[in-house]
């Protein structure tokens, strides 16, 4: 986003840039503002009316109060904690995988496991 303009009393246009068409004029309803609760994952969205494409851009602080100063309004959503939990132990691998979906088509266990009681 590269700022905004008014045009008359009740329009806002806002320039944005699609990776396709170049500069882009919105309205505050073309705009979806996505605000994460993990701050560096904020983003806004529009569907390219030039091409069709959905563009997504990060929105740091100075565009979130850009896009809330010029109406847009902002949905807030929290990133689940276990995304950013520290990983322990190796990479899961793609033989890790495969291993994993061949064990799940071969045995009814891990569906028996899944409904069974706690074992004390
Ligand atoms: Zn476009």
Request: net charge negative; proline share 7%.
């Given at each position: ?7 008359g ?21 073309d705009?979806?503002?996505r ?6 994952l904020?983003?806004y ?7 069709g ?12 109060s850009?896009?809330l100063?010029?109406g847009?309004?902002?949905?807030v ?6 995304v ?11 033989d890790?995988?495969?291993?994993f ?20």
């Open positions: 986003m590269q700022g905004r303009a008014e045009k009393p009740d329009v806002t246009t806002i320039k944005a840039t699609c990776p396709t068409c170049g500069e882009v004029e919105l309205t505050t309803r705009v979806a503002l605000v994460c609760s993990h701050a560096p904020s983003y969205a529009f569907d390219c009316a030039t091409c494409c959905e563009v997504r851009k990060p929105a740091d602080g100075r565009v979130v850009l896009l100063a010029g847009v309004p902002a949905q959503w929290v990133l689940p904690e276990e950013l939990e520290a990983k322990d132990g190796p990479r899961l691998t793609y890790d995988l495969l291993d979906a061949l064990h799940l088509g071969a045995t009814d266990l891990l569906a028996a496991l899944a409904g069974a009681a706690p074992v004390s």
